[in-house]
């Protein structure tokens, strides 16, 4: 096994979410550079098994004692407990996860956040949930700062994501974060998922549906993407999805959670990133391949989405292969 590799411990409890609880062995276990780079292993109160609604259950390799090994913990989503019904959290879970914090990074997917939230590890911090959960959560913890249209936050040491999918962007999110997009890039490809989705939550939430004829935004948001070197305007966008200004604009918000302008500049963000890790191009030429026309108006982007100026972007993420 790789020296470096990061150990990820993932914490079942019972009425766990299935598909939460599989997300982490799946998605970290996927990213390689070329050999394994992070551990996962799962464990319960005592070791004991716990069980999902999908009629089996789970026997744990580990009791929490191994959270005290870990880099990462995960909390998958529970669909009762506590947590969820009261606030409250046992004792035992409440302090092994004090335990950690501070030292190892805490991650929740969906109703994870109920159990960090339970454990008074989110108080007056950012966090998120799934949105049908959202009032219900501001009830038991209004200490959290709850924003439920985001599909996760990064609040450095403790992220928390929306329901299920979210919790494969964020588990990327956290990849590219440790070892650059190239890396989270891979992972996606070998997971067969989208290596990052743009929006928030409200693209999901539950609304009447629209009109059948012509309703997505789709094929146009395909060719913002083949065209992000040239400059677009809503008018013209809307003429290729053959509609009007006003009923493109309320769909590619319904369908992606953004305005068409800020979808637009998060993917030219991305590319931009993708630029400065793997090529040796100047920081004017990446500029102008993503669309922003000048190194200055990509600085201000790249600074506004993640603090740092190309140059220090570059020097932090650049791959090994552009290095050498």
Request: charged share 20%; net charge neutral; proline share 7%.
């Amino acid at each position: 096994m790789h020296p470096a590799v990061h150990r990820v411990a993932v914490l079942a409890l019972d009425d766990f979410a299935t598909l939460d609880l599989g997300i982490p062995g799946q998605v970290f276990w996927a990213a390689r550079d070329p050999g394994p780079l992070y551990e996962v292993v799962t464990c319960t109160p005592g070791g004991r098994p716990v069980r999902s609604r999908a009629g089996y259950s789970v026997v744990p390799d580990h009791d929490l004692g191994v959270l005290a090994t870990a880099d990462t913990v995960v909390v998958p989503g529970i669909h009762s407990g506590t947590p969820l019904e009261n606030g409250t959290l046992d004792g035992e879970v409440r302090a092994a996860l004090w335990g950690v914090a501070g030292r190892a990074r805490l991650i929740s997917i969906c109703t994870g956040a109920f159990v960090l939230a339970a454990a008074g590890l989110l108080d007056g911090r950012p966090a998120t949930t799934h949105w049908r959960n959202a009032a219900h959560f501001r009830g038991l913890f209004p200490r959290v700062r709850l924003d439920p249209d985001v599909l996760f936050i990064d609040d450095g040491d403790v992220l928390t994501s929306a329901g299920v999918a979210a919790g494969i962007d964020l588990c990327l999110h956290v990849i590219r974060r440790d070892h650059g997009s190239e890396v989270a890039n891979r992972t996606a490809r070998r997971c067969v998922t989208p290596p990052f989705r743009e929006g928030g939550q409200a693209q999901f939430i539950e609304r009447p549906l629209p009109d059948p004829a012509g309703t997505t935004t789709a094929p146009t948001r395909a060719w913002m993407l083949e065209h992000l070197e040239e400059p677009v305007n809503l008018a013209a966008l809307a003429a290729h999805a053959r509609m009007s200004v006003r009923t493109f604009t309320r769909r590619f918000r319904e369908e992606t959670g953004l305005s068409p302008a800020r979808w637009l500049a998060g993917q030219r963000i991305a590319h931009a990133r993708h630029l400065l890790e793997t090529t040796d191009l100047p920081v004017d030429a990446i500029a102008r391949k993503a669309g922003f026309g000048s190194a200055v108006s990509l600085r201000q982007h790249l600074h506004a989405a993640v603090g740092v100026s190309p140059l220090v972007y570059r020097q932090t993420f650049r791959t090994p292969a552009v290095l050498g």
